[in-house]
RNA sequence: GCCGGAGUGGUGGAAUUGGCAGACACACCAUCUUGAGGGGGUGGCGCUCGUGAGAGUGUGCGGGUUCGAAUCCCGCCUCCGGCACCA
């Protein structure tokens, strides 16, 4: 009898049976309910992560669990290929940056399988690969002719470290996503997906999404930042030029006494002569721009302006206010110039004390009034003064007054205002899609037609930093115009990789169908995905752009529904001592170390067991250890059990006291591990799991006669409810007891609720609230009965004694709290 | 500033609905097994007082609701996350 359990032997025998067998590969089946589970893809950066193992373990579990209860799984995995650790590799090492992602992917493939995780790998697919990007580009293409693509000047975000364009979303706190440098503000022409059309849907379907985490809607919330207000046109004094402006607050508009304009407001540009003011000006907006954007917007830099000589008209009161220029008016919101309210907004307040411009008050609070000379800006809602026939209105009714009265007389209307900017898109970047559009001289831009799909990314020899290394290729450069075939060149700009990982999953439901990026009816079939496991850090990067992707799909006719995923998971990451694993922190553990030592199973049970799947866990060598005992304690019972034969092998026999009660925590067990699995507990169901494995122990111990049947029985529920998370132990343990068919298919245990039920319940006996007793009964015990009980019961006699009883509460087969007086 | 989350033993964490606080595990202690190491078995383990039975106390802090609060309400503290000169 072999009495260690040999993990290594094992973890590769099954890892075999099931790629033989091919036991994970999904079919679509109409008599059979789906279930798609998903992860996010992984980056192929060399090496799987303990923060993979976590994420991809928990999504096995799903997917092992609901194949179990007979669900048609789909369980697919990917690569999300195209990026730019590749060319630095390239740089670095000298090798292609597609051998070196080839090469990682093989590597992290690998250890994919050496991990047991339960994936159709017939559907795996590699962002780089034309046969994937071919689809990128065609939805590109489609996207531009529905006029969702355009290209346009205007100032990006530009990483210098990855001497690359970023979009707003890959900007965390004025640095760079991937490598935390400063990003800095640069003029370019760039290609941008119009996601902004999309902003409302954006938000208003988030309602649609009740199972995703709030912290993800508030996240998104905030990020799209809606704001609800007025447009409305102040006439220049000069000529027929007007100034729009955003505002939230119409009804201060006889307060405004300026208006400011971002330093790179279009009618700046026009003022900026030969003139001393226009050349004090152009010193002036000089100056802000080399501010920098992280600087222009942190709240504690100092307020700078400078009057431009010009007026406007307060459309309102006709009266002439003065025009400003100023650091803290951007022009990435609204229209990049306002109306200043210094009485009732703080900016503007404390920018009309520096440079001594009027505060006009036009709010007064519901009570009092505010003081003559303000403090501060006041800047809540109340009752309008000075504002002629608006006058004593509420704020609120004034704003629904005045705008109606603006629209009347043309100058404004109501107006929606968002954070959400168009999504730049375009990469001065090798290793990437080619955005498959031509220039020509007299044509313009000319998409490349589908027929011509893909644009293959050409070989280059080197990818050296700060060139788009395409530019340099003339072959690939020099084409003709596929409308008036004169000469023309290609675009040598490639896709940001966040358009590769938009719509992945919805290839994944037909990753070879080569007529277009998805077949409808697996779509139809496969669609929403029922749960989708990741990383918090994409809550406003991917899960935004993915919904956008679906929407975009649907108005292109390729799908119907709005929103492609049911259930959203954000898992939290793997810390150690405190930190995020990282290289530069030396502190990374490595999968494959931890697989030789302990195996596949107990770095897995690991992962899901110390910590819930939602909140962070510490790395812990002990913790790991214990998982890794607990198997081999699960592996010696087994083999105690199997060397045993039961004297009176026979299920008519009448259980013992104990059998009985050992039984009955079995079907306890099935039922918390399963309803734990639902809710993403798995923590808590290992946990379940253990204790039932401490009663066989205790059973075995006390029992000399052992039921061999009933420990079979146990043993063989362990097996299936422990198999979603240690599936090659489980597998190994399933043929051990006898069974030749795989346990990967085996139906999911279902707990009888006559044994679930306690049968002796333990009743807890309070006297004012604290517990004083207990005693046993059977469940379903009257409440009568229950209060006779407690009033007898010895100990709580003794708190009782010579105080009056003013009332008892009974729990019915809970508890019976007795309350009484003083003395 | 706005919006949100978290705070429970020495440690990671349990406690689906207001009803036995500390499941499960780690660490630690005792003990058995062993030549030793390792491994394994059994028992103990919030804090204070007590030889003991037991008593008191206890879920960041201060109040409140309730027969009963880790859980609900109000006010604070600390940490974490999103947005932010957003008009």
């Not at 100056?287 to 992280?294: A, F, T, V």
Request: hydrophobic content about 35%.
């Amino acid at each position: 009898m072999n009495d260690h359990y040999d993990f290594i032997a094992t973890e590769e025998k099954w890892q075999q049976h099931w790629a033989q067998a091919e036991e994970f590969v999904a079919q679509e089946d109409s008599s059979a309910n789906k279930y798609y589970v998903l992860e996010m893809l992984p980056y192929p950066s060399g090496a799987l992560h303990i923060g993979h193992v976590r994420n991809y373990s928990l999504g096995d579990s799903i997917a092992r669990f609901k194949r179990m209860q007979g669900l048609n799984v789909l369980h697919p995995i990917g690569w999300d290929a195209f990026g730019l650790p590749a060319e630095n590799a390239a740089i670095q090492r000298g090798i292609p940056p597609g051998q070196w992602t080839l090469e990682n992917i093989a590597t992290m493939k690998k250890q994919c399988q050496s991990m047991g995780w339960a994936y159709d790998w017939t559907r795996e697919i590699a962002t780089c690969s034309p046969e994937y990007y071919r689809w990128n580009q065609w939805l590109f293409v489609r996207m531009y002719q529905k006029g969702l693509v355009y290209q346009r000047e205007g100032a990006v975000n530009w990483c210098d470290q990855c001497k690359t364009v970023l979009a707003n979303e890959q900007v965390i706190d004025g640095c760079c996503w991937r490598d935390g440098s400063e990003v800095l503000e640069k003029e370019l022409e760039q290609w941008y997906f119009r996601i902004t059309e999309y902003a409302d849907q954006l938000l208003e379907d988030l309602g649609q999404l009740e199972d995703w985490p709030d912290k993800v809607h508030r996240m998104q919330q905030n990020w799209i930042g809606k704001s609800v207000g007025c447009a409305v046109s102040f006439p220049l004094d000069e000529g027929e030029v007007k100034i729009d402006i955003f505002t939230t607050r119409l009804d201060t508009i006889y307060g405004a006494t300026f208006l400011v304009l971002a330093p790179e407001h279009q009618l700046v540009k026009g003022w900026l002569d030969d003139s001393d003011e226009g050349r004090q000006m152009a010193r002036f907006v000089e100056e802000m721009r080399r501010q920098g954007k992280e600087v222009r917007t942190a709240e504690d830099t100092e307020k700078q302006g400078i009057f431009t000589g010009r007026y406007a008209t307060n459309p309102f009161d006709g009266r002439a206010i003065p025009i400003w220029i100023a650091n803290f008016v951007l022009m990435s919101y609204g229209t990049g110039a306002i109306m200043a309210v210094p009485a009732h907004d703080q900016r503007d307040f404390e920018f009309a004390r520096k440079y001594e411009l009027p505060i006009q008050v036009v709010i007064q609070p519901e009570e009092g009034s505010l003081p003559p000379e303000l403090e501060q800006a006041f800047t809540e809602h109340g009752v309008l003064a000075n504002s002629d026939t608006f006058s004593g209105l509420s704020s609120r009714e004034a704003q629904e007054k005045m705008v109606n009265f603006a629209q009347s007389q043309g100058f404004g209307e109501k107006s929606v205002t968002y954070r959400l900017r168009d999504w730049s898109v375009s990469r001065q970047r090798y290793w990437g899609t080619p955005i498959p559009m031509i220039h020509c001289p007299k044509c313009g831009v000319v998409p490349v037609p589908e027929k011509d799909l893909p644009v293959v990314l050409p070989k280059v020899e080197s990818t050296r930093m700060g060139q788009s290394p395409l530019a340099n290729l003339p072959e690939f450069v020099n084409v003709s115009c596929p409308e008036c075939r004169g000469e023309a060149q290609r675009e040598t700009d490639t896709m940001d990789t966040f358009v590769d990982s938009s719509w992945y999953f919805y290839r994944y439901t037909s990753a070879q169908y080569d007529s277009a990026p998805i077949r409808d009816e697996s779509v139809r079939y496969w669609f929403p995905v029922d749960i989708y496991i990741g990383g918090v850090e994409h809550a406003i990067l991917h899960l935004i752009y993915m919904r956008f992707f679906t929407k975009v799909m649907r108005d292109l006719g390729l799908i119907s529904f709005d929103e492609p995923v049911r259930r959203l998971f954000t898992q939290g990451m793997v810390l150690k001592d405190g930190s995020a694993m990282s290289k530069s922190r030396g502190n990374v553990v490595s999968p494959d170390e931890v697989i030789q030592e302990y195996g596949a199973d107990a770095l897995r049970l690991f992962v899901l067991f110390a910590a819930p799947p939602d909140r962070d866990l510490d790395w812990s060598e002990r913790g790991l250890e214990g998982c890794f005992r607990f198997l081999n304690r699960l592996w010696r019972i087994l083999r105690q059990v199997q060397g045993e034969n039961d004297p009176s092998a026979s299920g008519s026999r009448e259980l013992s006291q104990r059998g009985r009660a050992l039984r009955r925590k079995t079907h306890q067990t099935i039922r918390k591990v399963t309803q734990d699995l639902e809710r993403m507990h798995q923590n808590t169901a290992i946990a379940a799991i253990m204790e039932l494995l401490n009663s066989v122990y205790e059973y075995s111990g006390h029992e000399e006669q052992h039921e061999v049947g009933l420990l079979k029985e146990v043993l063989e529920a362990i097996a299936l409810l422990l198999s979603p998370f240690a599936p090659h132990f489980c597998a190994e343990m399933w043929e051990i007891l006898g069974h030749s068919e795989s346990i990967t298919f085996t139906a999911w245990p279902t707990n009888d609720p006559e044994w679930a039920r306690e049968e002796g319940i333990s009743i807890v006996v309070q006297v004012n609230g604290k517990v004083r007793s207990r005693f046993s009964a059977s469940p379903g015990i009257s409440k009568e009965q229950m209060e006779a009980l407690a009033l007898e019961d010895e100990k709580a006699k003794g708190f009782i004694e010579g105080k009056t009883i003013r009332q008892v509460i009974v729990v019915p087969d809970k508890l019976v709290n007795i309350v009484v007086g003083k003395d």
